[in-house]
């Protein structure tokens, strides 16, 4: 069996630390360079669910997208529920690994999951890493629908190919318009709507569009959008992510398992769906 050194090792060259944002906090949180790696656990985020799982599992490791820490602490005392994981993970023998920005920026990565899950066939970054001589390797991605869809067929497909939540899938734009190019970007996107608009796509998939930039995305162009659950549009990452681990760890003879959470850890858990009509014009009556 590997070390937890040789398996972090492995996953920074899969996903460098040096592709992160500045702001971002990536790499090993928790875990004993020296210890055995056994079984790996690749879920969304560092929750105590997950935690729960990789200790009923068995795993040694657990692998994220989100950071636990993004913003830095203090302390990892167990009054708050970041440091009953942190707690959680250590009384378990569980290590924890971070792959974050680092993971959206690479070729391929969590935007590359998000068109395949989709069913784009990408044809390059919406932003891409000046960094890279290739020109692939950037945020979110661009992609051709073959054939193309209707907006409502293709939220269809969008809504059949993440995992299910709460919220589901919205839409803004005509429900008959032809989408034959989109844009994609798993977790929060609308930072890159200017982009998305300068590529003349017909078509946005992300997540946590905010009114505004949405309203005014719409009105600068005749660009659909399609909003999804932050988590879903980051889990198809999972099994890439899983993927790559494996094939490094046939090519060195590691004997190492690994698995995907399908634990839902999206924080929206109902849905309570509204009639679908304009309120009445009429005057509410005044009380006798």
């Avoid at 068109?115 to 990408?122: D, I, N, P």
């Avoid at 905010?210 to 399609?226: G, I």
């Avoid at 909003?227 to 046939?250: I, K, Q, S, Y």
Wanted: net charge negative; hydrophobic share 45%.
């Amino acid at each position: 069996m590997p070390k937890l050194s040789d398996v972090i090792a492995a996953l920074e060259e899969i996903y460098p630390p040096q592709w992160a944002e500045s702001w971002d906090a990536v790499g090993l949180v928790c875990g004993d360079p020296d210890a055995e790696v056994a079984r790996v656990l690749f879920a969304v985020d560092p929750v105590q669910t997950v935690v729960d799982e990789a200790a009923e599992w068995g795993a040694d490791l657990v692998v994220t997208h989100h950071p636990l820490y993004l913003r830095g602490t203090t302390t990892v005392a167990a009054t708050g529920f970041k440091g009953r994981v942190v707690h959680s993970l250590i009384r378990s023998g569980i290590a924890l690994h971070v792959a974050h920005t680092n993971a959206d920026h690479a070729d391929p990565g969590v935007s590359d999951a998000l068109a395949e899950a989709v069913g784009l066939r990408v044809t390059g970054p919406i932003v891409a890493d000046p960094t890279d001589p290739t020109g692939r390797r950037g945020s979110g991605r661009i992609g051709v629908l073959e054939p193309p869809l209707t907006l409502a067929a293709f939220a269809d497909r969008v809504a059949a190919g993440l995992p299910a939540t709460a919220t589901g899938v919205r839409v803004a734009g005509d429900p008959d318009r032809l989408i034959s190019r989109a844009a994609v970007c798993g977790g929060s996107g609308d930072g890159f709507l200017a982009e998305v608009r300068a590529a003349g796509v017909d078509a946005y998939v992300t997540a946590d569009l905010r009114h505004h930039p949405a309203s005014e995305a719409t009105e600068a162009a005749p660009v659909a959008l399609v909003d999804a659950a932050h988590w879903a549009t980051e889990w198809p990452w999972l099994t890439l992510a899983e993927r790559a681990l494996t094939g490094v760890a046939v090519e060195r003879g590691w004997q190492l398992e690994t698995r995907v959470s399908t634990r839902v850890t999206d924080p929206w858990t109902a849905h309570a769906p509204m009639p679908y009509a304009l309120p009445s014009s009429e005057p509410v009556p005044s009380a006798p």
